[in-house]
């Protein structure tokens, strides 16, 4: 009986695709900032575009102004891309970007990337999350 | 001596055969609990009780007038260049709208079904169309499909539907109406004479031209969606499972059979990976990915990676002249991915509904049976140095077989009333 109790957990294990949480907003603290990142509207529809808003803020907790940064991500574990090319549109707030063009095919571990324009910056983010059937529809 | 050996031989050939029918004919044990994940993503798939829609670009799409004209210009063959086929021909209303495999036409590429198609993004198996309006424009002028130009088309509509293009879109265009204008004119014409007859014609008259021809478009468009699929066994199921919080065996006999069942667990399952891609309602995400099945059609070798270049050059897409958006709605082709290896090969995910019976499958109907598709995607063999976006799903016979029987029942019981 214990065997199939340790099989079992070990299957269940090994079939966990991911670490990542549903949990939104997805948080990202770094050495450098603490990136608070959720969808401008909730549940968010799968197959449909919409926008998100990124908060961005040094270590101190001031917002981190004026960054221009590209987007990139996917799912890493099904080797794709988003299917969308989302774009930073907006600063409405210091700290406060506003990225639209974000969309979501299937269900699973996304990850939107925050790339810094600039080739010499090491600004280079992930956000990472699970697209669910709690946080989507 | 050779006793125990006929013995082992006899013990291990039963195992085989034990391990045999374990492998083919194996029976899952009956699944009636869910868990709420689970339950949830069956919501998900389930027809919904009434559809929305919308198209910022056509502000027509739910006017009944132009549905009625769209309905009527579907199945008049006298549109066409040859008076011989309509959409109808190939969109057969009694075969879900796509084309019997017994059907005297035949075509190179497989026709989609149009139950339910107004619900997505983007259209052609390339996604060459932004919206139903535009694609229903792309076989009038394709040369093998109807094959005239939209001059002929515009001036066949505004003579025999006059009232009913009234109707739906106002005034008739008085200078089209007071002008003579020659039977075939368009810019994309097959033949270089009508191409000239098109530049002859001068920008106003062009554009009143397009304008009407982009409402004929319109007008399709309103008709295909009135176009929905209906419930099948496997949506009562839904309704059975997520109605109670008892289970089915307690609250009546399950609608689907055990096989079903697990065919139905398995396909949402990580292991199936079908629901990556055929989620919703549909059964599909409406997007675009790489399967490499062979042969592909040559619209599918480059794919959506041609068909976004197409879209985005039509003059009758969302951020055109004829579309009734603001430019800010027309999101899909603004925040459109271009030039990535990801879409090259990439076609058009299709409906499951009636996938039983609309046989044969992938886009070129390159298999004709639901188990050649599933061998294939349980394979799935990456020609090297080629993106796929599938991986092997590595199940067993028994398991193939589960997911065959869980696909019949996206079927319809008949077809006597396939709008609502």
């Not at chain 1, 102004?65 to 987007?71: A, N, V």
């Not at chain 2, 039963?14 to 009956?30: E, G, K, Q, R």
């Not at chain 2, 007038?65 to 109808?88: E, N, V, W």
């Not at chain 2, 609250?251 to 990976?273: C, N, R, T, V, Y």
Request: hydrophobic share 40%.
């Amino acid at each position: 009986m214990l065997y199939k109790y340790i099989i079992i957990t070990l299957l269940v294990l090994m079939n966990s695709p991911s670490m990542a949480s549903s949990t939104l907003p997805v948080i990202v603290r770094t050495p450098q900032y603490n990136i608070t990142a959720e969808p401008t509207e909730l549940p968010i529809i799968l197959n449909k575009i919409h926008s998100w808003i990124i908060h961005i803020d040094d270590t101190a907790g001031q917002p981190v102004q004026g960054l221009e940064f590209q987007i990139k991500g996917g799912m890493p574990a099904h080797q794709h891309g988003l299917p969308t090319q989302p774009e930073l549109i907006n600063e409405p707030k210091p700290g406060e970007y506003i990225i639209d063009g974000v969309k979501f095919n299937m269900y699973g571990t996304w990850q939107i990337e925050l790339i810094n324009l600039n080739p010499n910056s090491q600004f280079h983010y992930k956000i990472e999350f699970d697209l669910d059937h709690v946080n989507a529809k | 001596m050779l006793t125990l050996n006929k013995v082992m031989v006899i013990i291990s050939s039963a195992i085989t055969v034990l391990l045999i029918y374990f492998i083919t004919y194996n029976s899952a044990p009956v699944i009636t609990i869910w868990t709420q994940e689970e339950l949830a993503i069956l919501r998900s798939l389930r027809l919904p009780s009434k559809w929305k829609t919308s198209d910022p670009s056509n502000n027509y799409l739910i006017k009944p007038q132009a549905a009625l004209l769209g309905k009527l210009l579907f199945s008049d063959t006298q549109l066409s260049r040859y008076q011989q086929i309509a959409c109808a021909s190939c969109h057969q209303p009694e075969h879900y709208f796509t084309l019997a495999a017994n059907s005297d036409i035949s075509l190179d590429k497989q026709v989609p079904t149009l139950l339910g198609v107004a619900s997505f993004n983007w259209f052609m198996l390339d996604g060459s169309a932004d919206s139903l309006w535009a694609q229903a424009l792309i076989p009038l002028e394709n040369q093998i499909e109807h094959g005239g130009t939209r001059t002929q088309y515009v001036q066949y509509v505004l003579n025999r539907y006059p009232q009913l293009y009234q109707a739906a879109f106002g005034s008739l265009p008085a200078l089209l109406m007071n002008t003579i204008l020659p039977e075939q004119a368009s810019p994309t014409s097959q033949y270089v004479d009508e191409q000239k007859n098109w530049q002859r014609l001068g920008t106003q008259i062009q554009t009143e031209i397009n304008r009407v021809y982009a409402n004929i478009g319109k007008s399709l468009a309103a008709y295909q969606a009135t176009l929905w699929p209906r419930d099948t066994r496997f949506d009562r199921y839904i309704d059975q499972v997520t109605a109670s919080s008892r289970p089915p065996d307690i609250s009546g006999k399950p609608l689907l059979s055990a096989d079903e069942i697990a065919g139905l667990k398995l396909f949402i399952s990580e292991q199936g990976q079908c629901i990556r891609c055929h989620n919703g309602a549909l059964f599909s995400n409406g997007d675009f990915h790489v399967t490499t099945v062979p042969m592909p059609h040559l619209s599918a070798q480059k794919g959506r990676l041609a068909g976004v270049e197409y879209a985005l050059k039509d003059p009758f897409n969302c951020l055109g002249y004829y579309s009734d958006s603001e430019s800010a709605q027309c999101k899909e082709l603004i925040f459109i991915k271009r030039s990535s290896s990801e879409l090259k090969g990439a076609t058009k995910v299709p409906s499951l509904r009636n996938i039983a019976d609309t046989a044969p499958y992938m886009h070129a109907g390159q298999f004709s049976t639901l188990t050649e598709v599933l061998h294939y995607y349980n394979r799935a063999a990456t020609p090297f140095g080629t993106h796929s976006d599938l991986a092997p799903l590595k199940l067993l016979p028994y398991q193939l077989n589960q997911l065959e029987v869980f696909l019949l029942t996206l079927s319809e019981e008949n077809i006597d009333e396939p709008t609502r």
